[in-house]
């Protein structure tokens, strides 16, 4: 899927990341994002959990939550999935 910034979003870049990549990859989102940092040290303390939530994510909810964070943080988190999930 291309965003709005002409980047392409594979989802299945995810499924490939390990659970210390993952947990990185999430902890920065969530920081861009303003999330509660307790909330997402909770969710990452179940990373099963969390592979299972993100399987079924489509890549217009990933954009959606990734556009949260603004232009320049979404092309700086499209491209570490880019890079992690080779």
């Known amino acids: 899927m291309r ?3 002409g980047m392409d979003f594979d989802p299945a870049a995810l499924s490939r990341l390990n659970d210390r990549q993952l947990g990185d990859l999430v902890t920065q989102i ?3 994002v303003g999330a509660d ?3 997402t040290a909770v969710l990452l303390g179940n990373m099963d959990g969390l592979r299972e939530s993100l399987k079924d994510l489509t890549p217009q909810q990933a954009k959606q939550l990734l556009d949260r964070a603004g232009e320049e943080k979404s092309r700086e988190i499209y491209d570490l ?3 992690k999930g080779r």
């Open 3 to 5: 965003n709005d910034y």
């Open 30 to 32: 969530a920081s861009a």
């Open 37 to 39: 940092p307790r909330k």
């Open 81 to 83: 999935i880019r890079k």
